[in-house]
């Protein structure tokens, strides 16, 4: 028979972490309030073309991918956003890269960009920043990295993790983004 | 030679593996494969600090050696030559920086805005491999869609790297060997333990080493002629025989524990080579470790993939026997249960058998966990979904011969309010390290953790006297660049032990056997490993320290550090035969060894040979082997054999690591009237004498 012993004394001493504070020093997962506050450009839209080229130096074969934007959630966005992974092949010479995120043509997303210092925007936090959506335009695919050896990122007890945001129609993730917008945009005012 | 002997006893011929594709699909593989030419970059230094990501960060600890965690990386795969077709070259420095186009091997540190975007954010680092698009004829090789002709390891500037485990940093040997795994063409595995599993954490050391998985991805990709395989195919399906896209297969060897994963195409079907055995097979779903991103499936394909519950073949408890014979095929269709499972990773910890978790800390499985075999330790578990329903058949590990006794609720309880579990785990002792995967199951709902715990040996523990002179057996205090024998049990493997050899860059090597040896963190060049002594060469990094910590890692089980002390010098002769009281010595004009048949002139030069002159003038690398010109010599020694004084030189033996040779000018019969068996003593600029021993003079 098991028997949960109760008892105050022994209780109390014994302390978990809660899961984001965990993944925050273990294997780090990126919150819902980390990705809003990391990405310069949110939207949601279909990918409608894609090509690889040579970056502008010429050391770096990047895949881009033109997203036509159905909703623009965070960022100026136009009718089309144009996104970039490392990767892809130019003439007879290729180019892989562990931790790029893929895209095809068709592809329905709501994507978190990032922009790389190179001026591309890049998916955030990897595959974190990566969202399938479904023909109920519902999100889906929150997963919690899809990038290695991920180092330590930002997070509290507080934190909201990403698959939270699993099965949520596009207008509802607009009102969470607008949301931590105005939250941000609060804070930096009390300062 | 880094768990070369272990991977091949563990997995010989073994197969079964992800591989990286080209944009099109096709297989990455190099054309260079038996003489893999990496450089380092000049830009990884010991102490490099970049300001590329914003902040001033510390990329590599001052007292770092990323040259000889490189080396120690690229002799970990060169470990697999036996098995895999597969060698790299001697590792060689370079300036040139990342450069696709010039077919040089470069691992560098991100030097520029182009470098820092390819980076993910938060990456400890990516390899670039460059790759044929078609058919023809590049730097010479014969190409074809998808061969790799340049691999570049660029390093992150955002973290801070060690290769001495030093607080709060990635380990640079763990980033380098995950690495070159991907410039051999392979990409993630959805196994926790494995040197591919995607993601690392700091103070872990776990991606170092290599698994099961690891030697299937080479074995197979870069075979060698006459290996016996079988093979396993299948289709992961619904109930409803909808195929489960790409659904996670793992196959367990039911017989050594062997595991090996895979992944399911868009149709859910899979097809691995594989050593003949007996397999246990399962199919999961992506979880909470690995996801769809982490083998680059774009969005339509992850969401293509469907929620289902971990399924075994025949069932968890009775998993069906899949038998792979030579050369035969063996089908393991697998029908999974649709729906997410309900349980979520435990909050975890071990503990001594009837200890007491109050006040530890709990955190919840998360990656790879170590677990010294030969031991009976309590698994103790909890957290949401976990509770007094639980019995023992609700537990189960797969490898490692693992049994699962006396399962109940622990006498304390989460924070939270929620139950323990606890669990007696007797591990049998293992001599090389494997993976053990845990299943958690409750009411229909599977979790499964797979490879999540990585089997060590025993412990190693250190018997008195630890650490002692090789040459004197003094037990005192250590030196830089002595020669010195570490007593335990457990230290290696078990057997007749394994000599040392020079690694391709002509370094002593700092593992045998699977056996390493820190001091402060600083790996020594081994000389011999064996299961109750260890004789190494005390790294020169100690110099001007008064203790070091010293720390015996046995195929991932390390033992508890001790202190040693840590002074200038530690003159010890050797003795001919070992034990005697006679010094090893020779004659300079010819070479032979003194005896009493053979003894030395009045006034003749002979050579003492010993160990612990401490570190020379010159600068000489540990591990190094000192050159022929110019000697590296020291000065400041004082010698007498009976009782008179005699000239003396000290040097390092050319060609050797740490062995010592002293050229003595016996004194001259005028001097010195006796003959016989004299005592010599040698004493060091810091007045530490030798030992006693005598040499014969006539």
Redesign the interface.
């Known amino acids: 028979m098991l028997r949960p012993n109760l008892s105050l004394t022994s209780s109390i001493s014994l302390i978990i972490l809660v899961s984001s504070a965990l993944f925050a020093t273990i294997v780090p997962r990126l919150s819902v309030e980390d990705l809003i506050d990391r990405s310069d450009v949110v939207v949601a839209g279909e990918v409608t073309r894609s090509w690889a080229a040579w970056d502008a130096s010429h050391k770096y074969i990047w895949t881009h991918h033109d997203v036509a934007v159905s909703s623009s959630l965070k960022g100026a966005a136009g009718s089309s956003v144009e996104l970039a992974e490392p990767g892809g092949a130019v003439g007879a010479e290729g180019m892989t890269i562990s931790g790029s995120v893929a895209y095809q043509v068709g592809d329905k997303v709501v994507v978190f960009l990032q922009k790389m210092p190179n001026g591309y925007l890049r998916t955030a936090g990897a595959g974190q920043g990566r969202f399938a959506l479904d023909s109920a335009g519902k999100i889906h695919g929150a997963s919690p990295t899809s990038v290695e050896f991920i180092e330590s990122s930002a997070g509290s007890a507080s934190a909201t993790r990403l698959e939270a945001l699993n099965g949520l129609s596009v207008n509802e993730l607009a009102v969470r983004i607008a949301a931590r917008i105005r939250q941000s945009a609060q804070r930096q005012g009390a300062r | 030679m880094r768990y070369l002997a272990i991977l091949l006893l563990l997995a010989p011929g073994a197969f079964g593996y992800v591989r990286?594709?080209?944009?099109?699909g096709a297989p990455?593989v190099r054309v260079d494969n038996t003489g893999i030419q990496f450089n380092l970059d000049t830009s990884l230094f010991a102490g490099v600090q970049s300001s590329l990501s914003g902040a001033t960060v510390t990329v590599m600890t001052s007292n770092s050696d990323p040259f000889g965690a490189v080396r120690g990386a690229l002799a970990d795969w060169n470990a697999l030559s036996g098995v895999a077709n597969i060698k790299f070259l001697a590792l060689q420095t370079t300036s040139v920086g990342?450069?696709?186009s010039d077919y040089i091997m470069t691992i560098a540190l991100a030097k520029?805005?182009?470098?820092?975007?390819?980076?993910?954010?938060?990456?400890?680092?990516?390899?670039?491999?460059?790759?044929?698009?078609?058919n023809?004829t590049?730097n010479g090789w014969t190409v074809q869609d998808g061969s790799i002709?340049d691999s570049d390891i660029i390093v992150?500037p955002?973290?801070t790297f060690s290769t001495t485990g030093a607080s709060g940093t990635?380990d640079f040997q763990s980033?380098i060997t995950?690495?070159l795994g991907?410039s051999l063409g392979s990409s993630?595995s959805n196994l926790l333990g494995t040197t591919m599993y995607?993601?690392?954490?700091?103070g872990s050391f776990a991606n170092r080493y290599l698994s099961t998985d690891e030697v299937a991805l080479v074995t197979a990709v870069y075979p060698l002629p006459a290996t016996t395989t079988g093979t396993i195919t299948g289709k992961i399906t619904t109930a409803a025989i909808l195929p489960a896209p790409y659904s996670m297969v793992t196959m367990i060897d039911q017989s050594s524990g062997n595991t090996y994963g895979a992944l399911a195409d868009v149709t859910g079907t899979y097809s691995l080579t594989l050593p003949p055995a007996s397999y246990t097979v399962y199919a999961e779903p992506?979880n909470?470790?690995v996801?769809?991103?982490?083998f680059?499936?774009?969005?339509?394909?992850?969401?293509s993939a469907i929620a289902f519950e971990p399924t075994f073949l025949g069932g968890a408890l009775t998993p069906t026997a899949v038998n792979v014979t030579a050369n035969g095929t063996a089908t393991a269709n697998i029908s999974v249960t649709l729906g997410a499972s309900t349980l979520t990773p435990p909050?975890y910890v071990f503990l001594p058998v009837g200890a007491?978790?109050?006040?530890?800390?709990?955190?919840?499985i998360?990656?790879p966990i170590f677990l010294a075999s030969g031991q009976s330790i309590d698994f103790v578990f909890g957290?949401v979904g976990y509770?007094?329903?639980?019995t023992t058949s609700n537990v189960l590990i797969f490898g490692g011969g693992i049994q699962i006794t006396n399962l109940?609720?622990?006498?304390?309880?989460?924070?939270?309010?929620q139950?323990?579990?606890r669990a007696t785990l007797k591990i049998p002792a293992i001599t090389t390290p494997g993976l053990a995967t845990l299943i958690l199951t409750k009411g229909g709902n599977t979790i499964a953790f797979s490879g999540v715990f990585i089997v060590t040996p025993p412990t190693p523990a250190f018997t008195a006297p630890a650490v002692t002179n090789a040459a004197s057996g003094a037990d005192v205090a250590v030196s830089p660049g002595e020669i010195v024998a570490l007593y335990g049990s457990s230290l290696s493997q078990p057997g007749n032990g394994f000599s040392t050899f020079f690694d391709p860059n002509d370094y002593l090597t700092t593992i045998l056997g699977g056996t390493t040896v820190t001091f402060d963190g600083v790996p020594a060049p081994l000389i011999y490993a064996g299961s109750g002594q260890v004789n190494l060469v005390v790294p020169y990094e100690v110099a001007g320290e008064t203790s070091s910590k010293v720390v015996i890692t046995n195929n991932g089980s390390a033992s508890a550090p001790i202190a040693v002390s840590v002074v200038s010098d530690t003159p010890g002769i050797l003795a001919n035969p070992p034990g005697s009281p006679n010094a090893l010595a020779t004659l300079a004009t010819n070479g032979t060894v003194i005896a009493q048949s053979n003894p030395a002139p009045r006034g003749s030069i002979v050579t003492i040979w010993g160990v612990g002159a401490g570190k020379p003038s010159f600068t000489v690398a540990t591990g190094q082997p000192a050159p022929y010109a110019p000697p590296y010599t020291s000065s400041g020694f004082t010698c007498t054999v009976g009782g008179q004084p005699a000239g003396i030189i000290t040097a390092i033996a050319p060609g050797f690591v740490g062995l010592v040779q002293w050229n003595v000018t016996l004194p001259s019969a005028t001097q010195l009237t006796n003959t016989g068996d004299l005592p010599i003593v040698i004493t060091s600029p810091s007045g530490h004498t030798t030992q006693a021993v005598n040499i014969w003079v006539n």
């Open positions: 990286q594709v080209t944009a099109d990455l990342i450069n696709h520029t805005a182009d470098d820092l975007s390819v980076i993910p954010t938060g990456g400890l680092g990516v390899t670039t491999d460059y790759y044929a698009a078609g023809g590049i002709i992150s955002s973290v990635f980033l995950h690495e991907h993630h995607p993601y690392s954490s700091i992506f909470s470790f996801s769809a991103g982490n680059y499936l774009t969005a339509t394909q992850a969401a909050a007491s978790a109050a006040g530890q800390s709990l955190p919840y998360h990656g957290g509770d007094a329903t639980y109940k609720a622990d006498t304390v309880t989460l924070s939270t309010g139950p323990l579990l």
